[in-house]
């Protein structure tokens, strides 16, 4: 009796955590034929200083995978549409220092 209910709440765990992962998709749903093209997609990262070294179609939105300006590695996504970048819910912008 005690193994079913272990077995069941580590069920029910898991499902909840399944939904929150996808809560975090904030890229808009369509079909690709409305979305910006990819050469697009890599002007507008390499407008806002990324050097951009993949551009793919992932989770609804275009991911860029590069280099930031200061030479660290990003994985950054943005939205099909309008080639903004897509911050996560929990997104905090960087401290900044004096």
């Known amino acids: ?14 499902g909840f955590g399944g939904s929150a992962l996808a809560d975090r998709n904030l890229c808009p749903s369509a079909t690709g034929q409305h979305w ?24 609804g939105c275009w991911e860029i995978e590069g280099f930031d300006r200061n030479g660290a590695e990003i994985e950054i996504l943005l939205n099909p549409f309008s080639g903004d970048v897509v911050k996560p819910r929990d997104w905090l912008p960087p401290p ?3």
């Open 1 to 14: 009796m005690r193994i079913n209910v272990l077995v069941m709440t580590a069920a029910l765990v898991t």
């Open 36 to 59: 910006m093209p990819i050469e697009k997609v890599i002007e507008k990262a390499e407008s806002l200083g990324y050097a951009v070294r993949e551009a793919k179609r992932s989770k």
């Open 96 to 98: 900044r220092h004096p």
